[in-house]
T-cell receptor, first 118, second 116 residues
Framework: DGGITQSPKYLFRKEGQNVTLSCEQNLNHDAMYWYRQDPGQGLRLIYYSQIVNDFQKGDIAEGYSVSREKKESFPLTVTSAQKNPTAFYLC?????????????????FGAGSRLTVL | AQSVTQPDIHITVSEGASLELRCNYSYGATPYLFWYVQSPGQGLQLLLKYFSGDTLVQGIKGFEAEFKRSQSSFNLRKPSVHWSDAAEYFCAVGAFLGGATNKLIFGTGTLLAVQP
């Protein structure tokens, strides 16, 4: 079955360390996204990528970095510059067929990765 | 600026009772609206979406939502709630990022508890 795989599901990090969250999709989707979820704040966009070797900052990109070397992969690095990294991180993808109202414009989400900084 | 408001942070209903979760949006153009559901520690699953046409849309698991442009609302409803519906529900509006790519702007979520 096609889908999005995020790993690890749980991750603990000491302050000052960088950590990388993996996101892999086998849906052949063009666009990929990283969202951060905090209790009571909904989901906020960190980075997105429309095509390979291209990515753009979202609303809360500071302290994060990404790469898009392959269509199916979009890893997120949480750097030591991120002041409050403890959160639930969600990766998503979109079969980018252009602006709405294409029926293909629905985000598919992974199961998430929970990062805790000790 | 685009935004989504879910005024109810937490709702408790009895099993078998009806449910309505509120969602209000602010968006300058024609809105494209979504409801997602999230079980604890899991990703988000699409319940339903509104792009155009009939303002009453049907989704999975017996949910429906009604788009009311005059009220800028997209409330989610279910006539009879099951214990398995306990989860967090997110309303979202689609927004253009530029080019051909879109993003979702999410509300803060409504946590639904179901009493036996």
């Amino acid at each position: 079955d096609g889908g999005i795989t995020q790993s690890p599901k749980y991750l603990f990090r000491k302050e000052g360390q960088n950590v990388t969250l993996s996101c892999e999709q086998n849906l052949n989707h063009d666009a990929m996204y990283w969202y951060r979820q905090d209790p009571g704040q909904g989901l906020r966009l960190i980075y997105y990528s429309q095509i390979v070797n291209d990515f753009q900052k979202g609303d809360i990109a500071e302290g994060y970095s990404v790469s898009r070397e392959k269509k199916e992969s979009f890893p997120l690095t949480v750097t030591s510059a991120q002041k409050n990294p403890t959160a639930f991180y969600l990766c998503a993808s979109l079969e980018d067929r252009g602006p709405y109202p294409s029926g293909a414009n629905v985000l598919t989400f992974g199961a998430g990765s929970r990062l805790t900084v000790l | 600026a685009q935004s989504v408001t879910q005024p109810d942070i937490h709702i408790t209903v009895s099993e078998g009772a009806s449910l309505e979760l509120r969602c209000n949006y602010s968006y300058g153009a024609t809105p494209y609206l979504f409801w997602y559901v999230q079980s604890p520690g899991q990703g988000l699953q699409l319940l339903l979406k509104y792009f155009s046409g009939d303002t009453l849309v049907q989704g999975i698991k017996g949910f429906e939502a009604e788009f009311k442009r005059s009220q800028s609302s997209f409330n989610l409803r279910k006539p009879s709630v099951h214990w398995s519906d306990a989860a967090e529900y997110f309303c979202a509006v689609g927004a253009f990022l530029g080019g051909a790519t879109n993003k979702l702007i999410f509300g803060t979520g409504t946590l639904l508890a179901v009493q036996p």
